[in-house]
């Protein structure tokens, strides 16, 4: 795994292959977009598709929550796809992976799919709006581009196409905007994504699962 | 039939029009008098459309003068199904004009998608005589309720175009919706028509099902098929890849000159689009004179231009297959194909376009794109002279088509596993579909099937105390109603001034690539994207004169092995030093350069080229066995070849060979060759390639949509269904993952080895080169054969790299080139 390291207005930041970023200034991890549950609430409408991404997307959390060993974890955003209430085994899931990390501290800030985030009040700590945090502001939206102080946010599910010798890919890609603001790919197992094309003052970076790559040179 | 036998007010309505009816009209009314179905097949423009609709007119005619002349009939009597909802206004109006003419009281009305919800109430309450509509309008028809009241005065069903419905997911869609409305009214007439093909019999099995007792008629003999080539000027180069060569634009302006009118066909909606802008941008005098149809083109406009066309106003109306089919509108004088057809039958079929008086020849101006289209042109004539025409070859078992009718009887009036077992077992589509695949689509739509069975949140249908399967919820039966139908397509956006006023439609995979501010060729109009919004596309005029022309889906059809064989012979006969046709002449040169270089291909040796250069190492191969054959041989070749070497190809095919595109090719020798293109277990290794390729995943996308594993929203309610939305990429991942057996997978891959790969023409292409002699060049530069595949854009990856290394490796490329920039 080969994290790349970045500056946002001079903060120091890591951005991880596993769709994640670390701040090691705060010993803090940040992830965006769960989507927890997608499968079960399209499977209610009809769609039969199969039940695993939600102990995907929870198993991977345990995963880098292991292998960094943070002592905070933030979610920016959209952790529940739709309402806890019409999906009771989810409830259950969530506090049996809560267990697991009993110690560790979950913030929980609201997206715009968590509508009953407050249901898991108590399990995290749950957070309507975003939050300003030692001079980063962390939310689901990215800000508008008036801010002055460096952000990370998720919502956009970001993802780049790349292309070159003859092959072509579609990877999750982090997107640095005037080198103050970071998007996050969404993280959920069964998330789609949202392609970025190069753009003036922004820079991609793809991540392959091993090691991240900046192609906006 | 005997004079007496034919109502005297048909007769007398065909005699005031100067018509004589002709015998297969007479053959087919007499079979529909008798109780008979069947299928109709003769040219286009012959009066089919009569032989069919006169048997119901003659019965309906003889019962009204039985009974009290004012009263009418009530509920819909016969059901026109056309392929095309644009044909369907044309149809209306010919049924009207016969009504009117015979003085028969029945209503006859449209119902098609774009028909406003008020008048489809109506219908259903007040139902008109003869209702014209399609194989999805049908379908949704069936999911009411009350559907076999509705349907409960039905006598006949009459199938346009039949033609082009066999081969397709819509057509097994009908042959369902044709057994249901069988099993509800027993002795249902249905009549199909159909254009000559080569598999008639089969046609006729699929459109009346396994209890086939019907009778074939032939329409009058075809005329006489002129083809001629548009021959470059002696001297000219000619365009090796696929390039408009202006050379042949001044042979065709002048072919326009002439006066009359002129439909020029392409294969493609790009290419119509490209033609359209050269023939305009050379003669701008011409502006009024000339229109544009294609198949993304607003149909109000389309509509307009098929109206002009008959009132004589075009000069020319650049066309694609979207003016293939439509039934009676007014012939030309002229027809031009640009391109190869590809096919026999479809020449033949445009070319009917030109003049229907009698004894008038077909002809048509074939315009070849590159050079080499020019054998496959005299091919074309070859074989027309020889009777060869392709057959379309019927699809079987699509599960996902079965589920989605099953939904749909489920939101109609429910029904009784058996009975519908049975019935769907009367298609041709389902005749030997089997116990254990039945229960796993009953599986599929009650509980999102086997692996699903665990989650009882999964609702779609259920099964009744009654034992009768029904719809779970009405809002369920919306979302059903909103998704039926089987055209494969992507997401279309509308194209629409900002002020206003809509173009047409293009698929959002084109417009998605495109930043506001880039101008793009669309329905002959130089457009800038302004802005995206609400799946539409706001554009504004602009004179910038780079552009870029979106590429459509589909339109690409495989030379014919009719067209290959014949194109083969050719070569062999070239070889022999013989060039009979004026297109052989023509390619002399080029031929000549081809075996200088390298060699000519011959039935009986396999050409095979070596090229070295900056993009890496070219290996071409040209077994001449089709677009779809060569995708196949390319990736299976390519996953072979990897085994020895982990790599990346990139893949390009035509229809006369493919290439293989790599950093560095093994030692490429007889014996590697015969090794790599053995039959030996070419189902798993075509299998193995497919997955480490995106072929399986993209041909789910389709059967995603058309199984209900996707929803694709409420139109003009874009947003709203977004917590449902999920590309079928990512479901087919996830169900790769945690639901492998899934019926709907092997489906997928059934689906790419038959049709996206034609496995059978590809196992007889390898067979073939078992035994045919390797011949391996290795050329200095692309030979003529060559070329074309190397320009070829549309490319193929596969690998057997990891895809860190992929990744590794294009941003390493990437890094260079910003380096030496």
Same mark, same amino acid.
Request: glycine share 8%.
């Given at each position: 795994?080969?994290?790349?390291?970045?500056?946002?207005?001079?903060?120091?930041?890591?951005?991880?292959?596993?769709?994640?970023?670390?701040?090691?200034?705060?010993?803090?991890?940040?992830?965006?977009?769960?989507?927890? &549950?997608?499968?079960?609430?399209?499977?209610?409408?009809?769609?039969?598709?199969?039940?695993?991404?939600?102990?995907?997307?929870?198993?991977?959390?345990?995963?880098?929550?292991?292998?960094?060993?943070?002592?905070?974890?933030?979610?920016?955003?959209?952790?529940?796809?739709?309402?806890?209430?019409?999906?009771?085994?989810?409830?259950?899931?969530?506090?049996?992976?809560?267990?697991?990390?009993?110690?560790?501290?979950?913030?929980?800030?609201?997206?715009?799919?968590?509508?009953?985030?407050?249901?898991?009040? &108590?399990?995290?700590?749950?957070?309507?709006?975003?939050?300003?945090?030692?001079?980063?502001?962390?939310?689901?939206?990215?800000?508008?581009?008036?801010?002055?102080?460096?952000?990370?946010?998720?919502?956009?599910?970001?993802?780049?196409?790349?292309?070159?010798?003859?092959?072509?890919?579609?990877?999750?890609?982090?997107?640095?905007?005037?080198?103050?603001?970071?998007?996050?790919?969404?993280?959920?197992?069964?998330?789609?994504?949202?392609?970025?094309?190069?753009?003036?003052?922004?820079?991609?970076?793809?991540?392959?699962?091993?090691?991240?790559?900046?192609?906006?040179? | 039939?005997?004079?007496?036998?034919?109502?005297?007010?048909?007769?007398?309505?065909?005699?005031?029009?100067?018509?004589?009816? /002709?015998?297969?009209?007479?053959? /087919?009314?007499?079979?529909?008098?008798?109780?008979?179905?069947?299928?109709?097949?003769?040219?286009?423009?012959?009066?089919?459309?009569?032989?069919?609709?006169?048997?119901?007119?003659?019965?309906?005619?003889?019962?009204?003068?039985?009974?009290?002349?004012?009263?009418?009939?009530?509920?819909?009597?016969?059901?026109?199904?056309?392929?095309?909802?644009?044909?369907?206004?044309?149809?209306?109006? %010919?049924?009207?004009?016969?009504?009117?003419?015979?003085?028969?009281?029945?209503?006859?009305?449209?119902?098609?998608?774009?028909?406003?919800?008020?008048?489809?109430?109506?219908?259903?309450?007040?139902?008109?005589?003869?209702?014209?509509?399609?194989?999805?309008?049908?379908?949704?028809?069936?999911?009411?309720?009350?559907?076999?009241?509705?349907?409960?005065?039905?006598?006949?069903?009459?199938?346009?175009?039949?033609?082009?419905?066999?081969?397709?997911?819509?057509?097994?869609?009908?042959?369902?919706?044709?057994?249901? +409305?069988?099993?509800?009214?027993?002795?249902?007439?249905?009549?199909?028509?159909?254009?000559?093909?080569?598999?008639?019999?089969?046609?006729?099995?699929?459109?009346?099902?396994?209890? %086939?007792?019907?009778?074939?008629?032939?329409?009058?003999?075809?005329?006489?098929?002129?083809?001629?080539?548009?021959?470059?000027?002696?001297?000219?180069?000619?365009?090796?890849?696929?390039?408009?060569?202006?050379?042949?634009?001044?042979?065709?302006?002048?072919?326009?000159?002439?006066?009359?009118?002129?439909?020029?066909?392409?294969?493609?909606?790009?290419?119509?689009?490209?033609?359209?802008?050269?023939?305009?941008?050379?003669?701008?005098?011409?502006?009024?004179?000339?229109?544009?149809?294609?198949?993304?083109?607003? *149909?109000?406009?389309?509509?307009?231009?098929?109206?002009?066309?008959?009132?004589?106003?075009?000069?020319?109306?650049?066309?694609?297959?979207?003016?293939?089919?439509?039934?009676?509108?007014?012939?030309?004088?002229?027809?031009?194909?640009?391109?190869?057809?590809?096919?026999?039958?479809?020449?033949?079929?445009?070319?009917?376009?030109?003049?229907?008086?009698?004894?008038?020849?077909?002809?048509?101006?074939?315009?070849?794109?590159?050079?080499?289209?020019?054998?496959?042109?005299?091919?074309?004539?070859?074989?027309?002279?020889?009777?060869?025409? !392709?057959?379309?070859?019927?699809?079987?078992?699509?599960?996902?088509?079965?589920?989605?009718?099953?939904?749909?009887?489920?939101?109609?009036?429910?029904?009784?596993? !058996?009975?519908?077992?049975?019935?769907?077992?009367? @298609?041709?589509?389902?005749?030997?579909?089997?116990?254990?695949?039945?229960?796993?689509?009953?599986?599929?739509?009650?509980?999102?099937?086997?692996?699903?069975?665990?989650?009882?949140?999964?609702?779609?249908?259920?099964?009744?105390?009654?034992?009768?399967?029904?719809?779970?919820?009405?809002?369920?039966?919306?979302?059903?109603?909103?998704?039926?139908?089987?055209? %494969?397509?992507?997401?279309?956006? *509308?194209?629409?001034?900002?002020?206003?006023?809509?173009?047409?439609?293009?698929?959002?995979? $084109?417009?998605?690539?495109?930043?506001?501010?880039?101008?793009? +060729?669309?329905?002959?109009?130089?457009?800038?994207?302004?802005?995206?919004?609400?799946?539409?596309?706001?554009?504004?005029?602009? %004179?910038?004169?780079?552009?870029?022309?979106?590429?459509?889906?589909?339109?690409?059809?495989?030379?014919? @092995?009719?067209?290959?064989?014949?194109?083969?012979?050719?070569?062999?006969?070239?070889?022999?030093?013989?060039?009979?046709?004026?297109?052989?002449?023509?390619?002399?040169?080029?031929?000549?350069?081809?075996?200088?270089?390298?060699?000519?291909?011959?039935?009986?040796?396999?050409?095979?080229?070596?090229?070295?250069?900056?993009?890496?190492?070219?290996?071409?191969?040209?077994?001449?066995?089709?677009?779809?054959?060569?995708?196949?041989?390319?990736?299976?070749?390519?996953?072979?070849?990897?085994?020895?070497?982990?790599? @990346?190809?990139?893949?390009?095919?035509?229809?006369?060979?493919?290439?293989?595109?790599?950093?560095?090719?093994?030692?490429?020798?007889?014996?590697?060759?015969?090794?790599?293109?053995?039959?030996?277990?070419?189902?798993?290794?075509?299998?193995?390639?497919?997955?480490?390729?995106?072929?399986?995943?993209?041909?789910?996308?389709?059967?995603?949509?058309?199984?209900?594993?996707?929803?694709?929203?409420?139109?003009?309610?874009?947003?709203?269904?977004?917590?449902?939305?999920?590309?079928?990429?990512?479901?087919?991942?996830?169900?790769?993952?945690?639901?492998?057996?899934?019926?709907?997978?092997?489906?997928?891959?059934?689906?790419?080895?038959?049709?996206?790969?034609?496995?059978?023409?590809?196992?007889?292409?390898?067979?073939?080169?078992?035994?045919?002699?390797?011949?391996?060049?290795?050329? !200095?530069?692309?030979?003529?054969?060559? $070329?074309?595949?190397?320009?070829?854009?549309?490319?193929?990856?596969?690998?057997?790299?990891?895809? *860190?290394?992929?990744?590794?490796?294009?941003?390493?490329?990437?890094?260079?080139?910003?380096?030496?920039?």
């Amino acid at each position: 795994m080969t994290a790349m390291p970045l500056k946002l207005e001079g903060l120091n930041v890591e951005l991880l292959p596993e769709r994640a970023v670390f701040w090691p200034a705060q010993q803090t991890l940040l992830i965006a977009d769960l989507h927890l &549950g997608k499968a079960a609430a399209f499977r209610r409408a009809g769609l039969a598709i199969p039940e695993g991404d939600t102990a995907d997307t929870l198993e991977r959390c345990t995963q880098i929550i292991k292998r960094y060993a943070p002592e905070r974890l933030i979610l920016l955003g959209d952790i529940l796809h739709t309402r806890l209430g019409a999906d009771p085994q989810l409830a259950q899931h969530i506090q049996r992976w809560r267990a697991q990390h009993a110690t560790l501290p979950i913030v929980a800030i609201q997206g715009n799919h968590d509508r009953e985030l407050d249901a898991l009040n &108590g399990v995290l700590d749950c957070q309507s709006e975003g939050i300003n945090d030692a001079g980063l502001g962390l939310f689901h939206h990215p800000p508008e581009q008036t801010r002055v102080s460096a952000w990370v946010a998720g919502h956009w599910h970001p993802v780049a196409a790349i292309e070159g010798a003859g092959d072509r890919l579609r990877l999750p890609a982090f997107v640095l905007t005037h080198n103050k603001g970071l998007v996050l790919p969404a993280f959920g197992s069964l998330t789609g994504g949202f392609l970025v094309n190069q753009a003036p003052e922004q820079k991609r970076f793809i991540t392959s699962g091993e090691a991240v790559f900046c192609i906006d040179l | 039939m005997t004079a007496e036998s034919i109502h005297p007010a048909l007769l007398a309505w065909f005699e005031a029009q100067g018509w004589e009816a /002709a015998r297969f009209q007479r053959a /087919a009314w007499s079979a529909y008098a008798q109780g008979h179905s069947g299928l109709i097949h003769s040219a286009t423009g012959s009066g089919k459309s009569l032989a069919a609709w006169g048997g119901p007119l003659n019965e309906a005619l003889s019962a009204q003068t039985l009974s009290d002349s004012a009263h009418t009939t009530a509920g819909v009597q016969v059901l026109w199904i056309t392929p095309l909802r644009a044909l369907a206004g044309d149809t209306v109006a %010919n049924l009207q004009a016969a009504l009117t003419g015979v003085g028969l009281n029945w209503q006859v009305e449209k119902r098609t998608g774009d028909t406003p919800s008020t008048t489809r109430t109506r219908q259903r309450r007040n139902p008109p005589q003869a209702l014209v509509t399609t194989p999805e309008s049908l379908s949704v028809l069936l999911s009411y309720a009350d559907s076999a009241q509705f349907f409960s005065q039905l006598k006949t069903v009459v199938v346009d175009e039949w033609h082009e419905l066999i081969g397709t997911k819509r057509g097994v869609q009908l042959e369902l919706c044709l057994a249901h +409305l069988r099993g509800l009214i027993p002795e249902l007439r249905t009549w199909g028509l159909s254009a000559t093909l080569g598999n008639l019999n089969q046609a006729m099995d699929c459109l009346l099902g396994n209890a %086939n007792q019907g009778q074939l008629i032939e329409g009058p003999a075809g005329r006489a098929l002129h083809i001629e080539s548009l021959l470059p000027q002696p001297g000219t180069r000619f365009p090796w890849a696929g390039h408009l060569g202006t050379e042949m634009l001044d042979g065709v302006i002048e072919y326009l000159s002439a006066p009359g009118s002129c439909l020029l066909f392409t294969n493609t909606r790009s290419q119509a689009e490209r033609w359209f802008e050269s023939i305009l941008h050379a003669r701008s005098d011409w502006l009024e004179g000339l229109a544009l149809h294609h198949g993304s083109i607003d *149909h109000e406009l389309r509509e307009r231009i098929e109206a002009g066309l008959s009132q004589g106003q075009f000069r020319c109306v650049v066309a694609t297959s979207s003016l293939d089919l439509g039934v009676d509108f007014a012939p030309v004088d002229r027809v031009v194909q640009i391109g190869s057809p590809k096919g026999v039958a479809r020449l033949a079929q445009r070319a009917g376009r030109r003049g229907h008086q009698p004894g008038r020849e077909s002809r048509i101006l074939c315009v070849p794109t590159h050079a080499f289209e020019l054998l496959e042109m005299a091919a074309a004539r070859q074989a027309w002279n020889k009777g060869e025409l !392709e057959a379309r070859v019927p699809l079987r078992n699509s599960l996902d088509v079965l589920a989605q009718h099953l939904v749909t009887l489920a939101t109609g009036p429910g029904f009784h596993a !058996e009975d519908c077992l049975h019935e769907v077992r009367q @298609t041709h589509a389902y005749a030997d579909l089997t116990q254990s695949q039945w229960e796993w689509v009953i599986a599929f739509i009650t509980q999102g099937g086997a692996v699903l069975a665990a989650y009882p949140e999964f609702q779609r249908v259920v099964k009744g105390i009654d034992q009768r399967y029904r719809i779970a919820t009405r809002a369920h039966a919306q979302r059903h109603r909103m998704s039926i139908g089987t055209i %494969n397509s992507d997401t279309a956006m *509308h194209v629409r001034y900002q002020r206003g006023g809509v173009i047409g439609s293009i698929e959002e995979s $084109f417009i998605a690539r495109l930043k506001p501010g880039d101008v793009f +060729l669309f329905a002959g109009k130089r457009l800038a994207l302004v802005r995206v919004k609400d799946l539409t596309a706001y554009v504004r005029h602009s %004179n910038q004169r780079r552009s870029v022309i979106p590429r459509w889906q589909g339109g690409r059809l495989p030379l014919s @092995t009719a067209l290959a064989d014949n194109v083969l012979a050719l070569l062999a006969k070239a070889q022999a030093g013989q060039f009979e046709s004026p297109e052989l002449q023509a390619l002399k040169p080029l031929l000549a350069v081809q075996q200088r270089w390298s060699a000519l291909p011959t039935p009986g040796h396999l050409l095979i080229e070596q090229t070295r250069s900056k993009e890496g190492e070219h290996l071409f191969i040209f077994p001449f066995a089709g677009r779809l054959a060569h995708e196949g041989l390319a990736t299976l070749l390519a996953w072979r070849l990897g085994q020895l070497h982990p790599a @990346t190809f990139s893949l390009s095919v035509n229809d006369y060979g493919f290439e293989l595109l790599t950093d560095e090719l093994p030692a490429i020798t007889q014996d590697t060759l015969r090794a790599a293109l053995s039959t030996e277990n070419l189902v798993s290794d075509l299998l193995a390639a497919m997955n480490a390729s995106e072929l399986a995943r993209r041909q789910f996308r389709d059967i995603a949509r058309i199984a209900g594993l996707v929803f694709q929203g409420y139109p003009g309610r874009g947003k709203s269904a977004r917590q449902l939305q999920a590309s079928s990429g990512l479901i087919f991942d996830t169900i790769v993952r945690y639901d492998p057996d899934n019926q709907l997978l092997s489906q997928a891959r059934r689906e790419v080895l038959e049709q996206a790969l034609e496995v059978q023409r590809l196992r007889g292409a390898l067979e073939q080169m078992a035994t045919t002699h390797l011949s391996i060049y290795a050329t !200095e530069r692309f030979t003529p054969l060559a $070329f074309p595949l190397w320009a070829e854009r549309l490319r193929n990856r596969l690998t057997t790299q990891s895809w *860190h290394d992929r990744v590794a490796r294009m941003v390493n490329q990437l890094e260079k080139a910003a380096q030496t920039t």
